[in-house]
């Protein structure tokens, strides 16, 4: 008839956005193998004050066909969403946030003198997550973190 059901695989594709408000106290050891050059290693606490997820669907599979070879489109129905092929569901802001997030740190920089006592110079870091951010399911981010530093000698 012409309202038959038939089950087809379709492919989507799943996004999620995370966003944290944190503040972070990392404590470190560094050590400078050349005059300019350095390296370290660290760990340390972030705490979270707030923290948001949204989430999306997107069909990739636009397209079936059935057993008899006719073809037929895959969409969300209309006034369920703007784009036919992308599901954007309501952000939220989820409970299971963890409060203190401990991290470890390595890193490598170099600075330059740029006025006597003065020092100037990026930073890039790879910060390992130690514990969950977001606890069930659990999540863990890790990150690199590009910085400039500027050190004022005092001695």
Same mark, same amino acid.
């Given at each position: 008839?012409?309202?038959?059901?038939?089950?087809?695989?379709?492919?989507? /594709?799943?996004?999620? %956005?995370?966003?944290?408000?944190?503040?972070?106290?990392?404590?470190?050891?560094?050590?400078?193998?050349?005059?300019?050059?350095?390296?370290?290693?660290?760990?340390?606490? /972030?705490?979270?004050?707030?923290?948001?997820?949204?989430?999306?669907?997107?069909?990739?599979?636009?397209?079936?066909?059935?057993?008899?070879?006719?073809?037929?489109?895959?969409?969300?129905?209309?006034?369920?969403?703007? %784009?036919?092929?992308?599901?954007?569901?309501?952000?939220?802001?989820?409970?299971?946030?963890?409060?203190?997030?401990?991290?470890?740190?390595?890193?490598?920089?170099?600075?330059?003198?740029?006025?006597?006592?003065?020092?100037?110079?990026?930073?890039?870091?790879?910060?390992?997550?130690?514990?969950?951010?977001?606890?069930?399911?659990?999540?863990?981010?890790?990150?690199?973190?590009?910085?400039?530093?500027?050190?004022?000698?005092?001695?």
């Amino acid at each position: 008839g012409a309202n038959q059901f038939i089950a087809r695989d379709v492919t989507y /594709s799943n996004v999620g %956005d995370a966003s944290f408000i944190q503040f972070s106290v990392l404590p470190s050891i560094k050590y400078y193998p050349f005059r300019s050059f350095y390296v370290g290693v660290g760990a340390g606490v /972030s705490l979270t004050f707030s923290a948001s997820t949204s989430y999306s669907k997107q069909i990739v599979t636009k397209v079936v066909t059935d057993n008899a070879g006719k073809a037929t489109e895959v969409f969300y129905p209309q006034g369920e969403t703007d %784009d036919p092929y992308i599901k954007e569901f309501p952000s939220e802001d989820p409970d299971n946030v963890a409060g203190a997030v401990f991290d470890g740190m390595i890193y490598a920089g170099y600075e330059l003198t740029i006025y006597k006592r003065l020092k100037v110079g990026p930073r890039l870091a790879y910060m390992l997550p130690l514990t969950p951010t977001i606890t069930d399911p659990e999540l863990k981010l890790s990150s690199i973190v590009a910085t400039l530093g500027v050190r004022y000698l005092l001695q």
